[in-house]
């Protein structure tokens, strides 16, 4: 029995002996890489290996399908994968069979490859391609993947080698696949007037103008937007009209003012809300009747007039970053009429016609009126008339309220 159990032990050893011995014979080994390429207009190319270009360089020929072999071991493979034109990335195939398609005129734009089995734990599988208008891209490894996506770019040549795990790599790597990336455009604010006998204009942005000027046209609606947004929030503005007032606060392209009233817009506020307030500042600035430009407004400031029943011909508005300069002056953005005070009249003063009558109007209600105060023409029930105020206040008559 003690015999049987030490050669039990001895066949254990010879067979973990024989077995690391051959993983370290496959970690030391480079293993041959076998591939080739169907290209535009030759089809199938002859088999290529470790590193030898499949492929094409200059001619401006797409690769259409490849297929890979590791042969002469019992380790593992190799799996891969391709990016083809209209269809995107397709299924993982292995050892030898085809990935990419032939008679359908479609590129290759990108690929992926991985070893399998143990060969995956002892190698690593370096790959690089050429790829249109790039030329060379660096090499990737182990299932990343080379070659490019969102250009429509097509796959020219390959190159693939097998090497030890940990070996350097065959030349840089930095840069194997290249994403295209939409360039973000600059945000920006749309805007269109509703003009006095020419209607809805086209849209301008940034500062634009929208209105006319020295045309007597009024502004009597007004639209805003904002394109290519980078922060949450919104716009919003409102409108003072004529007869009507300021009205409620609107956004998101929907109009303020009216359309088919012709009642003239008067003054304007816009501000900015949400996130995108803490990085923007929205000024603006008008065009008003008898003003001209008045100075540039901000962040929900009127602009315009207020009681001088003037119309808006004319408006700009522009984004800003958060605390640069206005795009000009800010004075006088925004004006109120008020209504000018009658001085009151001197009592000594004498108020006398050509006849040297006395123009003072005295009413019935004991009320005295000067010329051009605010009830003098209208009083008619005049009882008496007077030279002067003082004549006025003596005669027991007081001033108007």
Not at 245 to 274: F, H
Not at 318 to 341: D, R
Not at 378 to 397: C, P, R, S
Request: charged share 15%; aromatic share 12%; proline share 4%.
């Amino acid at each position: 029995m003690k015999k049987i159990m030490r050669s039990l032990s001895f066949v254990s050893f010879l067979f973990t002996f024989m077995f690391a011995t051959q993983s370290t014979v496959d970690a030391a080994e480079n293993l041959d890489v076998i591939y080739r390429t169907h290209v535009e207009k030759e089809g199938w190319q002859n088999h290529v290996s470790n590193g030898a270009m499949s492929g094409t360089q200059g001619k401006a020929r797409r690769l259409e399908s490849i297929d890979i072999s590791i042969p002469n071991t019992q380790n593992g493979g190799v799996t891969y994968r391709t990016h083809v034109q209209t269809y995107g990335w397709i299924d993982w195939v292995t050892d030898g069979m085809e990935s990419g398609t032939t008679g359908e005129a479609k590129r290759l734009e990108a690929i992926e490859l991985k070893l399998t089995g143990s060969l995956e734990q002892t190698h690593d599988i370096y790959y690089r391609v050429h790829a249109q208008k790039f030329g060379w891209l660096d090499w990737a490894k182990n299932g990343q993947s080379a070659g490019t996506a969102g250009f429509a770019y097509r796959l020219e040549g390959i190159e693939i080698q097998v090497l030890p795990k940990g070996s350097a790599a065959p030349g840089p790597t930095a840069r194997p696949f290249v994403q295209y990336t939409k360039p973000q455009l600059p945000m920006k604010v749309n805007y269109s007037t509703h003009i006095q006998s020419y209607g809805w204009q086209s849209y301008v942005s940034d500062g634009q103008l929208s209105g006319t000027y020295g045309q007597a046209k009024r502004l009597e609606g007004i639209k805003i937007n904002l394109a290519n947004q980078i922060y949450s929030g919104g716009i919003e503005y409102q409108t003072h009209i004529q007869s009507i007032g300021w009205q409620d606060w609107k956004s998101s392209n929907v109009m303020s003012g009216t359309s088919g009233q012709a009642k003239r817009l008067e003054a304007i506020r816009i501000r900015l809300t949400g996130e995108l307030a803490n990085y923007f500042d929205v000024y603006y600035r008008v065009h008003a009747q008898s003003f001209g430009w008045m100075g540039w407004a901000k962040n929900g400031d009127p602009a315009g007039t207020s009681g001088f029943a003037y119309r808006l011909e004319g408006i700009n508005i522009q984004l800003v970053p958060k605390g640069n300069a206005a795009p000009g002056s800010t004075a006088n953005a925004y004006q109120i009429y008020t209504k000018p005070s009658t001085p009151a009249p001197s009592p000594g003063n004498t108020y006398v016609d050509g006849n040297g009558n006395g123009l003072i109007k005295g009413s019935v209600n004991y009320i005295y009126h000067v010329p051009e105060s605010k009830y003098y023409n209208v009083t008619t029930n005049v009882q008496y008339w007077f030279k002067t105020v003082d004549e006025a206040i003596k005669a027991g008559y007081r001033a108007p309220q």
